[in-house]
């Protein structure tokens, strides 16, 4: 659910110095363009690089200029304009959840249906109507919307609604040609809400071999209004994040690549309400109440890449992450319920990914294969008041392990056939205060066959079958409150299977 703030005047101040031969100091500009132009933006995320009409899939590749539109917005407001998805909360910034085609609710569980990236790092939070991504538009140059479980070959058994990845900016996007060093600054006001942003970038490029991007950015507003002048609850909130990103090359003709970055994203608000999905009341008038709300963020990674100009057939790109995203609530006040949510919620993960894609060709033909594999270990950390308190939301560790294949054929430049195979091996264990100390082994699988056919210079079609499975989440398996009054509290461990999906697609481009 999303309102819309009325429009009050705005004031952008944005000036880019950029050092070399000459030093000019200009405004930036806003350009936009229409959806048809995303149809013709490279994909990165389905495979072999490609124009996004040329994919055997529904995708959506939004760039700098759509997301410069929003200003000062949400990841959702970027999103928003994007057929087949919509933003599942309120207009605060404080975990904002998806829903891609029907699959996304906001509320448990329904994280894991859709896949989130930054910079090939997956994002992950669930926790009860309080949102799922936390992370300032201003840091990205790049989002891929990939719709519909195809892509649950590459990023992991379960992705039924999809995958986001979302792309951070670098200090090429800053620098001009041979020019060492750049400064962008952007100072945003709003009167609606008194809306102040500053966001300022410094890119840094000693040598062809390296480059550094610094960037930083505060964030504060008082409560916004809509059209009619009634307060948007969720909108006062205060930010400070960071950015830290660099890449070195070496080698005789600089094959090899290491690339390391650290995005922070922090904000707090008092007063906001507990349930982001509906704001502050649901269905039947259950008032969910308000808190004081701190939000945490941390994405960090460490990525090598070895590609030798004189062999296609290595193409080796090695990562390990870290991903942590936390709230922080306290001060809960209702007038509808005496029960407490003073707790804290927080989602740990360490991982890492290997993989290879593979290129030849031949009189007629290209063919791109890719293989790798990945482990994540997440835990996840809940802690509450009282031992009553943690029959819900509970704690526990999962560990995944996931092997994965997907081969790419280009006929005649007319003709993709796109074939691709996963398999999960996960195992997850209960906190200490869960009722049961019982380990939960379990395998995903997921499989797509997808075909796209050139008819003409302008005319093309594209159909694909896919098949994934969910495995349960701590969520599911260790809460062990009653299901209905009378009823045994105990947890669902040994009592669910995965959740399986089969996907038919026909389109037209």
Not at 1 to 6: I, T
Not at 37 to 46: H, K, M, S
Request: aromatic residues 10%; negative net charge.
């Amino acid at each position: 659910m999303s309102q819309h703030v009325s429009g009050k005047s705005c004031l952008i101040l944005s000036t880019a110095i950029t050092v070399g031969l000459n030093v000019p100091l200009h405004a930036q500009e806003t350009q936009t363009e229409g959806f048809s132009t995303n149809l013709g933006r490279i994909v990165v995320g389905a495979g072999a690089p490609k124009v996004a009409i040329d994919a055997p899939q529904s995708i959506t590749v939004l760039e700098e200029e759509d997301i410069a539109r929003v200003q000062s917005g949400t990841i959702g407001d970027v999103l928003e304009n994007s057929p087949g998805i919509s933003t599942v909360g309120s207009e605060s910034r404080f975990g904002e959840s998806f829903n891609i085609r029907g699959i996304g609710g906001g509320t448990s569980a329904d994280e894991p249906r859709i896949v989130t990236l930054i910079d090939g790092v997956k994002k992950y939070y669930e926790s009860y109507r309080q949102g799922s991504l936390f992370t300032d538009p201003e840091f990205f140059k790049n989002v891929e919307i990939l719709r519909g479980p195809s892509s649950s070959t590459l990023y992991g058994a379960g992705a039924i609604g999809g995958v986001i990845a979302l792309e951070t900016r670098d200090a090429a996007d800053f620098l001009e040609a041979g020019d060492p060093f750049a400064f962008d600054q952007k100072v945003e006001f709003k009167s609606n809400g008194s809306v102040f942003e500053s966001t300022s970038f410094l890119a840094f490029a000693p040598n062809e071999r390296s480059d550094i991007l610094l960037g930083a950015i505060y964030d504060t507003s008082s409560l916004q209004q809509d059209g009619s002048g009634n307060d948007i609850i969720g909108t006062e909130q205060n930010e400070l994040n960071f950015l830290a990103k660099g890449t070195f090359s070496f080698g005789d003709s600089l094959e090899h690549t290491v690339e390391a970055g650290y995005i922070r994203y922090r904000g707090e608000a008092d007063s906001q309400p507990l349930d982001v999905v509906e704001l502050v009341t649901v269905t039947g008038g259950f008032d969910f109440g308000f808190v004081d709300r701190e939000v945490e963020d941390d994405t960090a990674f460490v990525k090598y890449g070895y590609s030798p100009l004189s062999n296609g057939l290595i193409n080796l790109e090695a990562q390990i992450a870290y991903s942590n995203s936390a709230q922080f609530v306290s001060n809960f006040t209702s007038p509808a319920s005496a029960s407490s949510f003073d707790s804290d919620y927080k989602y740990e993960t360490i991982s890492t990914r290997l993989q290879n894609q593979s290129e030849w060709f031949g009189d007629g033909f290209e063919n791109f294969l890719t293989v790798g594999i990945d482990y994540s270990n997440q835990d996840r950390i809940t802690l509450r008041d009282t031992a009553a308190n943690a029959q819900f939301q509970p704690e526990g560790t999962t560990s995944t392990i996931g092997v994965f294949a997907q081969n790419e054929l280009v006929l005649n430049e007319r003709v993709t056939v796109l074939t691709g195979a996963r398999v999960d091996f996960q195992n997850t264990s209960p906190g200490p205060l869960v009722p049961t100390d019982e380990d939960v082994s379990g395998t995903g699988l997921a499989g797509t066959f997808a075909l796209h056919y050139q008819t003409t210079e302008e005319v093309a079609v594209f159909g694909s079958v896919s098949y994934t499975e969910r495995l349960p989440v701590v969520d599911e398996l260790y809460d062990s409150r009653a299901a209905f009054p009378g009823a045994a509290d105990q947890p669902a461990v040994g009592t669910l299977r995965n959740e399986k999906s089969l996907n038919f697609e026909l389109g037209a481009s």
